[in-house]
């Protein structure tokens, strides 16, 4: 296929080889992808395909330079960031585009995606320059107890589509900031924002082989060895949970320090003392923020059966207003799913979910749309073995299911083997609080469909995954603590 004359001016000037130890590449065997733009199925751009000797050569880039990396102020390394910070801002509307004309989401969305990710440089600039060990004097007299903290080491980023920029920002702020050296793998429907990303973190004064990266459709061919290789001593994943427990064991060989974020299956629980112009409003947002395609979108809506009728209605009202198309168009609030067998995936289980008795209170039905587009769609009467209700969905579906006792809806919120985010929706305090306890999840949204944000500690319990992203904890997945026994000074 050919190129879309002419191109965009970010386009013309985005890199599109491999960056290995400061130079933009071409992979070893000449071998590129073609980067589709999911809106109208045209090639946005043709990307070099990393190869394993890649991936070699940006392991010895990241583990030569790891010392001196180390070796930096934290206030150097924070004014790296601080710029980045910057020049993201600077440059949000070409890299909104670009998130929007490679992954699908509309372009407010997609504004919004800069913005947060240049909030996490901006706040692991700010961490940076906490890194603190601790001291105390040995309970016995013997001596002093100090410790410090170290960077991890050479560490392996892989991250997904879904938030091309957004998710790298969540794992190289924190990285950077901790004086680790990286090798990072984007995931290759979505390379383009992390190619923009790395010639940003480049011109901001990042030294040579600091941070590498290697689109690449060869991910298992290529990730493996890097794990197994004992020089790579922390990978940190945003994915499925079945790719992530692959990884798992691979990284066990070398007994690799791990974080992980894995899937969802959020529930989100509407009880009849909720404001429902809050409830109606936080639903929108927890489903149809990225069409459904986020790991926290809900999954499972449990309504109380007194106010089910009112919510639907008006859920449904608001979502119907919401048109569907290329996310570039003025007015648009739906984009298209990343590809075929994510729009042959919703089908199926909303086919399911009918076939087993749901029915359909909005849309259902994305014959009339063009490409990957699906509709905004309600299921009411959603029976429990519906699959969707154990799938993540991973699109603008949303599942209504109603109840009536507490205790009841708890069970069967945590009836998954995920646990990352739960949605409460009540205005009474005694159960808002045992029912923030009782939740089997890492976050909790009280009264909100959106738990993100920087400065709070992101990260799931079950098979949602392991170790915090963000927050105070973020930068601590890239620190060692080392200990150092101080003797007692001689009598
Ligand atoms: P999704 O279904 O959302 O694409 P995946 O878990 O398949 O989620 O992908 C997340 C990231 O993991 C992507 O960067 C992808 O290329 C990468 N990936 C997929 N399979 C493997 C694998 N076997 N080894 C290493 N990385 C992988």
Same mark, same amino acid.
Do not use: K, M, Q
């Given at each position: 296929m050919t190129l879309t004359p002419p191109l965009p001016p970010v386009l013309s000037t985005l890199p599109t080889g491999l960056l290995v130890d400061g130079e933009w590449r071409d992979a070893t065997d000449g071998g590129r992808f073609d980067v589709i733009?999911?809106?109208?199925?045209?090639? #946005?751009s043709s990307i070099a395909d990393a190869t394993p000797d890649d991936a070699q050569a940006a392991l010895d880039a990241a583990a030569a330079a790891q010392r001196s990396w180390a070796g930096t102020t934290s206030y150097s390394r924070a004014d790296i960031l601080r710029r980045v910070y910057e020049v993201l801002l600077e440059r949000r509307e070409e890299l909104a585009w670009l998130i929007t004309r490679e992954m699908g989401k509309p372009l407010a969305d997609a504004r919004g995606e800069v913005q947060y990710a240049a909030n996490f440089f901006r706040w692991f600039a700010e961490e940076a320059v906490r890194i603190r060990g601790t001291h105390a004097v040995a309970p016995d007299g013997r001596g002093q107890i100090l410790t410090v903290r170290e960077p991890v080491g050479p560490c392996l980023l892989i991250t997904p589509w879904n938030f091309p920029l957004a998710m790298g920002a969540r794992k190289i702020g924190p990285a950077l900031a901790a004086g680790c050296t990286i090798v990072f793998k984007p995931a290759p429907q979505t390379p383009l924002s992390t190619l923009a990303l790395a010639q940003i973190l480049q011109e901001a004064g990042l030294p040579d082989g600091v941070l590498n990266v290697l689109p690449t459709t060869r991910a298992a061919e290529l990730v493996e060895p890097l794990l197994r290789?004992? @020089?790579?001593?922390k990978l940190s994943f945003t994915g499925s949970t079945h790719v992530g427990k692959i990884l798992l064991e691979q990284a066990a060989s070398a007994v690799v320090r791990t974080s992980m974020e894995l899937g969802g299956n959020a529930p989100f629980i509407v009880f009849d003392d909720a404001d429902l112009d809050i409830a109606v409003e936080a639903a929108v947002a927890a489903k149809m923020r990225n069409m459904g395609e986020a790991? &926290? =979108?809900?999954n499972r809506l449990y309504v109380h059966e007194g106010i089910a009728a009112e919510f639907t209605r008006r859920f449904a009202a608001r979502l119907a207003d919401m048109p569907a198309g290329? $996310? !570039? !168009? !003025?007015?648009?609030l739906v984009g298209p799913l990343i590809d075929a067998p994510s729009l042959a995936k919703v089908e199926r289980l909303v086919a399911d979910a009918i076939a087993k008795g749901a029915r359909v209170? #909005?849309? $259902?039905?994305?014959?009339? #749309? =063009? $490409?990957?587009l699906y509709p905004p769609t309600i299921l009411t009467h959603? +029976? @429990?073995?519906?699959d969707l209700l154990t799938t993540e969905?991973?699109? +603008?579906v949303a599942p209504i299911v109603t109840f009536v006792d507490e205790n009841d809806v708890v069970t069967r919120a945590n =009836? &998954?083997?995920?646990? #990352?985010v739960g949605y409460i929706m009540t205005r009474d305090l005694d159960r808002a609080q045992r029912m923030a306890g009782a939740l089997d999840v890492g976050m909790v949204g009280l009264n909100t469909g959106i738990v993100s944000d920087v400065a709070a500690p992101f990260g799931g319990v079950k098979e949602s995954g392991l170790g915090r992203e963000g927050g105070h904890l973020g930068i601590d997945e890239f620190l060692n603590h080392k200990y150092i026994s101080v003797a007692a000074p001689k009598a």
């Open positions: 733009d999911p809106a109208n199925g045209r090639v #946005l290789s004992g @020089v790579i001593r790991c &926290t =979108a809900t290329d $996310g !570039e !168009e !003025e007015g648009i209170a #909005l849309g $259902g039905n994305a014959d009339d #749309l =063009a $490409g990957y959603v +029976p @429990v073995d519906a969905i991973f699109g +603008p =009836a &998954t083997e995920w646990g #990352l």
